[in-house]
């Protein structure tokens, strides 16, 4: 194994802890990052963005919904596209998990 081989092994793992102690998913991750960054995302972007199918893009804002973190609203201009944007609770683990993970990396 070489060290580069080495140090990405010791990052997944690293990752993995850090979703482990945020009971957050990998796709939760995923979702909750990608809208801290894009606020107000139209919802079929994220899933695309992320790599996610119409059934798992739902199903993982419905648990970040449920868990009080995401929330959805009706485009203004298109009622036929749903926006996302964290809640309080949802910009407060996005914060505390990019920091953990800005350490490991």
């Known amino acids: ?39 107000d995302a139209v919802i079929g972007l994220v899933a695309r963005e992320v790599g996610l199918l119409p059934a798992g893009i739902s199903r993982t804002v419905n648990t970040l919904e449920d868990k009080g973190m995401i929330e959805r609203r009706l485009c203004p201009v298109d009622r036929r596209h749903l926006r996302l944007n964290l809640t309080k609770i949802g910009i407060q683990y996005a914060t505390e998990i990019l920091k953990q993970l800005e350490a490991i990396t």
């Not at 990752?15 to 894009?38: I, P, R």
């Open 1 to 39: 194994i070489g060290y580069y081989s080495y140090m990405d092994y010791r990052t997944l793992i690293a990752t993995n802890q850090v979703l482990n102690a945020s009971d957050l998913s990998y796709n939760e991750m995923l979702v909750l990052g990608y809208v801290a960054e894009h606020p």
